[in-house]
């Protein structure tokens, strides 16, 4: 329990750094994200690691194994918050991984331990995500680094303010061969685990997941003299739309979400003549999210078309479903039943993990621990310290399960 005390204090330490008073919001390549990795690398050395930060930013650590020099066994989660965060989503996984490690007697095991801190899972600055991890895995798109947050500073810029050069983000790249595999635990965000009064649950997939930035246009005008019949109003094409998305997710089967939505120019007696919104769209297998997407597009193009509009979008973030690695799972299974549940639930990932990206490089497999009434992405989100407990119990048994088999 201590261990899972400490956990949550950290948890509590971390939700301090927030670039906003009032709320907690910590994004990619911040003050706070720097001060972030500096407490980060200092619990990591106090539980024995070695520690460095790698040239995307990521907060790395590292206890070698039974002899210097063998294949990691990866460790670890995200700091990064979406706006109004939680404290949970991330750097419980973070913490776990450290206190797991100190735990563990590193020097008896057939793989080394390494912990990662990734530097931006959300993609809350640059609205794409998976910025640490797909340095890390190497599956990094030079695309990107024009990317502007809402101050207009490019993801480039940001590199070198925050003290990194981007002509050296390829150190930051690893080899297959580095690593034997990668274990994340993370909150569940959503109440399966809670609805089976489980504490613990191991993920079977994460699911591919499309993000898209999309502007509708009309044509601005007075709120009193525009007659319906002559007006182009973007707004009510783009609300139409939203609605739509949510029609067809259903029925699809997907989970499709309208999470930002701007009016321009934003008089409250002015007609809207652009609208710029985002599309999030989640499905368990690529095929039925794409086919979604085909769909809301037809939409797009109907409403449009009824109403006089113009429309374009641009996708900002793709990533596609994972299935998780079986002989991984096993291990994590058999945390699960040394930490009391003999019959571990299986679930598929809702939300998107950094594992998404690692799996580029190593097999990957999650612990999921129950938060309360499923509430992620939310200042009200919950774990119990029990659970944290359990999860501790889990993922060093995990560890150890896997350790087992290797040797
Ligand atoms: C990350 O939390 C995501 O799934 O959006
Ligand atoms: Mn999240
Ligand atoms: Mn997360």
Redesign the pocket.
């Known amino acids: 329990m201590n261990d899972a005390k400490l956990i949550l204090e950290r948890c509590d330490e971390l939700a301090t750094l927030s670039s906003e008073p009032d709320r907690m919001v910590r994004v990619h390549l911040s003050r706070q994200h720097k001060t972030a990795n500096e407490l980060v690398a200092g619990w990591m050395s106090e539980a024995g690691l070695t520690t460095w930060q790698d040239a995307a930013g990521n907060q790395c650590g590292r206890v070698e194994g039974r002899e210097p020099g063998l294949p990691a066994l990866l460790l670890g989660?995200?700091i990064d918050t979406v706006p109004d965060a939680g404290r949970y989503?991330?750097m419980l996984g973070v913490l776990l991984a450290i206190a797991v490690a100190g735990r563990l007697d590193a020097g008896t095991l057939p793989f080394a331990i390494e912990v990662v801190a990734f530097s931006d899972?959300?993609g809350t600055r640059f609205g794409t995500a998976l910025l640490g991890s797909r340095a890390l895995s190497g599956t990094w798109n030079d695309d990107w680094w024009n990317f502007t947050d809402t101050d207009g500073i490019s993801l480039f810029e940001a590199f070198h303010d925050f003290g990194l050069d981007p002509a050296r983000l390829p150190g930051a790249f690893r080899r297959p061969e580095e690593f034997v595999g990668y274990l994340e635990a993370?909150i569940e965000q959503g109440p399966f685990l809670e609805d089976a009064d489980r504490a613990l649950g191991v993920v079977t997939s994460i699911a591919g997941a499309r993000r898209l930035e999309f502007t509708m246009i009309g044509k601005a005008g007075h709120a009193g003299g525009s007659p319906y019949d002559r007006r182009k109003d973007a707004l009510v094409g783009a609300s139409e739309l939203v609605v739509e998305i949510e029609r067809i997710s259903k029925l699809r089967g997907v989970i499709g979400t309208v999470g930002k939505l701007e009016v321009f120019p934003g008089g409250v007696n002015v007609i809207p003549g652009r609208v710029e919104f985002t599309i999030d769209l989640r499905a368990e297998f690529d095929d039925e999210r794409d086919a979604a997407l085909e769909l809301f597009m037809s939409a797009a193009e109907v409403i449009a078309g009824r109403r006089g509009l113009q429309f374009h979008s641009r996708e900002l973030y793709r990533a596609d479903a994972v299935v998780c690695d079986l002989d991984l799972r096993a291990g994590i299974e058999a945390g699960i039943r040394a930490a009391g549940d003999a019959d571990p639930m299986a679930i598929w990932s809702r939300?998107g993990?950094d594992g998404m990206a690692v799996c580029a490089i190593t097999p990957i497999a999650m612990l999921f621990v129950r938060c309360k009434g499923g509430i992620s992405h939310h200042p009200d989100e919950h774990v119990r310290v029990a659970d944290v407990a359990a999860a501790v119990t889990a993922f060093e048994a995990a560890v150890l399960a896997l350790a087992a088999t290797a040797a």
Request: glycine share 12%.
């Open positions: 989660s995200h989503d991330g899972e959300e993370h939300a993990h």
